[in-house]
């Protein structure tokens, strides 16, 4: 969970946007280890509540902005082990980038994924748009199946629609090895 004007938040926006390349690289290199480490403990939990038994391809949500290439697209083609094998940049920026609903048409690909079964990671969950219509493209592409894996879901405590949500999210403590998807636990690193 990302809070406005907290750390993750924080982290989430400088990764890509500060000025500062030896700032960038930090970020980049926490963030990555945030998401090697979740998918170490949990990427078989996420493929088994898909019904799959693993995910042939990852991919990323490109920049609607024009980050080329995106650091989320290097973390996950270099940095990460897991990942780096089954990385392929499927998805470029499409026709309807502006708007905030979800539209397949925002994105595009060349690729055939008849049958794969695709791993789609993005930064920050804002209000979903982005994510679900980049996750339509792919099905409408022929992927068999998309989990989509965010690292921040985006929070301002001051719009009231989040304040219940955020309160209840904040009386439970963070843990690595408690799985977000049903609470059980899981063995070490
Ligand atoms: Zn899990």
């Not at 470029?92 to 980038?97: F, I, L, Q, S, Y």
């Not at 539209?103 to 979903?128: A, I, N």
């Amino acid at each position: 969970m990302a809070f406005a004007g907290e750390q993750f938040a924080d982290d989430l926006h400088q990764y890509k946007r500060s000025p500062r390349e030896a700032v960038r690289k930090e970020k980049q290199r926490r963030l990555a280890a945030v998401l090697a480490n979740y998918l170490r403990t949990h990427e078989r939990c996420v493929a088994a509540a898909c019904g799959v038994p693993h995910f042939d391809v990852v991919t990323s949500v490109p920049s609607t902005r024009g980050l080329d290439p995106h650091p989320l697209s290097t973390m996950l083609s270099r940095t990460i082990g897991q990942t780096s094998q089954r990385y392929r940049d499927l998805l470029r920026v499409g026709a309807n980038r502006g708007n905030r609903v979800l539209d397949p048409d925002r994105f595009d690909t060349d690729d055939d994924l008849t049958g794969l079964q695709v791993l789609l990671v993005d930064d920050t969950w804002t209000t979903g748009a982005n994510a679900q219509s980049a996750a339509a493209r792919l099905r409408l592409a022929g992927a068999e199946r998309v989990a989509v894996i965010v690292l921040g879901r985006w929070f301002d405590a001051d719009h009231p629609p989040a304040s219940s949500y955020v309160s209840e999210a904040r009386s439970e403590l963070f843990d690595w090895l408690t799985c977000c998807l049903d609470r059980s636990p899981h063995g070490g690193f």
